[in-house]
Each structure stands twice: as C-alpha cells, then as structure tokens.
C-alpha cells in the first residue's frame, strides 16, 4: 500500500469521524423532543437529566388531544398545504414549460418580471394583501389561507430550469409525430421530470405546512387555526410543561418528517440534476 492510498484513506476515515458527528449533533434534539414526549412531570425535571425514559407516559399525548382541538388543527392544515402545493405544482408546470419552450415576443423580460417579485419581502406585501382579504371577506376562512399562494415564482423558476435541461430533440420528434404541446408535456416532459417534481412539491410541502405568520393574521377562532397556531395557544395555555409541550411538537413534525424519509430519493436526485441553467 502506497503512501498516497493510506492519505486517502485516513482522509475518508477522518471525514467520515466528523460527519458522524455533525449528524449525531443535529439529530439530538429531535431526540430529546421524543424522548421528553413520553416522559413523566418528575422524569423531566430531574437532575442529571435521563436519556432513556423509565416508564412511557402515552397520556401526554391525549392530554395535547383534549386540551386544544388538535384535530381540527390537523384538519386545517392538511386542507390548506394540500391545495397550495397541488395548485402551485400545476401552475408552475404550466408556466414553466410556456417560459422554457415556448418563444414569444417579451418572453424573458416577462420572465424576468416575475422573477423579481422573489425580492419583494413578504412583510412588505403582507399590509395590502391582508386589506384586500378583508374587503372580499375571506377573514377566518380557508380562501384567505390558500388563495394569495396558489402560484409562487420560485416554483416556477426552479422548473423552468429543470425544463431547460431536457434536450429540445425530444420535443421536435413529438411534435413531427402529430403531438401537441400538452400531450408532450404530460407524457413525456413530466415522467422525465419527477425528480424535480418531488423537489419543489416537498418545498412547498414543508414551507407551508409550519405557516405561522399569515395564518395568525387571518384566523380568529379556533375551528380556523392551523397547526403552527394551536401549538403557540397549547403553550400558552399548558405553561412550562414540557413533556406535553414536546408531545405536542412531535404530534405536529411527524408528518413532515414521514414525508421527507418517503420523498428523501427524488429530492436529492432533483436537487442534483437542477442546474443554473439561464
């Protein structure tokens, strides 16, 4: 064995020692959240604290159910991600393709347009938007929560870019074979796509699933509360218990995290076959 193949390999042993670690660092306080999640009062608050619970306390988690109504939480905030991310999906497929391939006058400065309302904070657009709400009478109901996010230019742009880098050679055999533009898209540019696809769904899928500050401007009652709501008012209302404040939270991630382990594949396949392409 040479010197050089011992240096690789005590350089791969060496990162491998350190990214152990940093996952080991980073998956700790989910761990301590499951933990404490089925902990007693005593157990939680003891010194040295305890790794291993000594009994699991399922009745934390039925005490979250009937202090706030969690399921109506849940309900809420299936409701309002699923449209999001299903209109935002389909928006941005449809666009994407139209900014990608198809060539009309304007095009890019429409493209570019667009693309510029990314730099727009969203507390800057949050005033209007809310008047405009308000007038229509959409206050504490689900058109307010879904509608002003049906259509998203990141979605677009991440899309787009993917689009460009599918050869136009396929698109001209199509079309020579009598296929429309839609029938192109939907049978042959989407299967070609799902990695992509996967990418942004689980974007919006988890940047509107834990949604707080919209949802508390437009909600007033409980019936109308998503989940990200009802965990602040279940701690206002539970205080510093923190077994049932982390039954709680892991009763609200769990979902999310069911979704990124199922999803986890394409993700990282769409993220790494996503260029910059302009």
Known sequence: MNTLTRRHRLVALLSHIVLAGAAVFMIAP???MLTTSVKGADEVYRVPPTIIP?????????????TVPF???????????????????????LAAYVFARIRFPGRDLIFYLYLATLIVPTQVTMLPLFLIVSRL???????????????????????????????TEL?????????????????IMLPLSRPALATITLFIFLGFWDE???????????????????????????????????????????PVIAVFFLAQRQFIEGIALTGIKG
């Open 30 to 32: 989910f761990l301590w």
């Open 54 to 66: 000594a009994a699991l306390h399922w009745e934390n988690f039925t005490h979250v159910i009937d």
């Open 71 to 93: 399921g109506r939480f849940y309900v809420n905030t299936i409701i309002v991600t699923t449209v999001i991310t299903v209109s935002q999906v389909t928006t941005a497929i």
């Open 137 to 167: 009478g959409w206050i504490d109901t689900y058109q307010a929560l879904i509608v002003p996010f049906m259509a998203n230019a990141f979605s677009v742009f991440f899309l787009r870019q993917f689009f460009l880098t599918l050869p």
């Open 171 to 187: 698109e001209d055999a199509a079309r020579m074979d009598g296929c429309s533009r839609m029938r192109f898209l939907w049978q």
């Open 212 to 254: 707080y500050l919209w949802p508390l401007v437009v909600t007033n009652t409980s019936s109308m509360r998503t989940l990200a709501i009802g965990l602040r008012f279940f701690i206002d209302e539970s205080g510093a218990q923190y077994h049932y404040m982390m039954a709680a939270a892991l009763m609200a991630v769990a």
